[in-house]
């Protein structure tokens, strides 16, 4: 039940179900599209045997369909971690007031709220305040507890650059397998073209080759007609 409950919140999890929609969703094109269609070659290159460069269901449109899946599902944990975030704003663990200030008689309190929330949820929010009035009770200086609160501010900033790695190396690789794809589509059309024209010439010079074994014979034939007359 535990699971069931915070699903939104395992990364893995949400990452391994778009794995598996993007197959199931490449077995349901598979099983609707008939081979070698126009739009089963676009959408996941199901060519005719022997068509493709690639073993079916290896190919680029495939892989590419698995790369979009993890990362739909990466950013879908990333969503909702920043729904969190932003719901702590509005847990009221600072004073709202314009009038509100914050004293060492008032500061435990707003600490030990800071602390639950950070402890329960983790919110970067909380973890701030309760670490500037960390500060702040110990050295007994605002510029002390702004200093941290600075240094807090460009950790996190660091921290998410990092979550985002994945994201961004997928937004580059999409567009680089789509690159891949289609050098080896055209490569593959010059290919067939540069065949089917071996072929063609094969064929015309075979026509041509019975066209004057006919002649000969029929010229043979003539002589003789000629020398028996």
Do not use: C
Not at 2 to 7: G, S
Request: charge should be neutral; avoid cysteine.
């Amino acid at each position: 039940m535990k699971f069931l409950k915070d699903w939104k919140t395992n990364r893995m999890f949400l990452i391994a179900s778009g794995i598996g929609v993007s197959v199931l969703l490449i077995a349901l094109l598979t099983a609707i599209l008939s081979r070698g269609s126009t739009l089963a070659k676009l959408l996941i290159d199901f060519q005719e045997e022997g068509s493709s460069l690639f073993p079916y269901p290896l190919t680029i449109q495939n892989i590419m369909w698995v790369m979009f899946g993890v990362a739909i599902g990466d950013a879908l944990y990333r969503h909702h971690s920043a729904n969190n975030e932003r719901a702590s704003i509005e847990l009221g663990l600072l004073p709202e007031s314009h009038n509100a200030i914050i004293t060492k008689e008032n500061l435990p309190e707003l600490m030990e709220k800071s602390y639950v929330y950070r402890q329960k949820h983790g919110y970067f929010l909380a973890r701030l305040i309760h670490s500037a009035g960390m500060s702040f009770q110990t050295h007994s200086s605002a510029e002390q507890a702004h200093e941290v609160m600075s240094s807090q501010v460009d950790i996190e900033l660091h921290r998410s650059d990092l979550r985002y790695t994945l994201l961004r190396y997928i937004a580059w690789l999409l567009p680089t397998l789509g690159f891949i794809g289609t050098v080896v589509g055209i490569s593959a059309s010059l290919s067939s073209i540069e065949v089917g024209n071996k072929t063609q010439m094969q064929q015309s010079e075979k026509m041509e080759g019975e066209q004057a074994t006919k002649k000969n014979s029929t010229i043979q034939k003539s002589s003789t007609d000629d020398v028996t007359s």
